[in-house]
């Protein structure tokens, strides 16, 4: 993780930007000296959103918490995909 002070960074913010949205780099911008705010590809989150999901479907299943879900079949007629 690359760290920047908020005054340096901004005169470097399109820069620091591109490099986190296509070089998947976090960047720590600081004030005073702590980390105040992180620049991250929005696929970084993305990422970290279905890890979480996945997680979370895991814990609900090892625990017998799941909610009755649609069959795949019926999915697809509903859609119009199947006859």
Request: proline residues 4%; hydrophobic residues 45%.
């Amino acid at each position: 993780m690359t760290e920047i002070a908020i005054s340096a960074a901004r005169s470097q913010l399109g820069d620091l930007v591109r490099r986190a949205a296509h070089g998947r780099e976090t960047i720590a911008l600081t004030d005073h000296g702590h980390v105040a705010a992180l620049l991250v590809s929005p696929q970084v989150i993305e990422d970290l959103e279905d890890a979480l999901a996945v997680a979370d479907y895991q814990r609900r299943k090892a625990e017998g918490t799941l909610e009755e879900g649609i069959p795949h079949a019926e999915v697809g007629r509903m859609l119009g995909l199947r006859p």
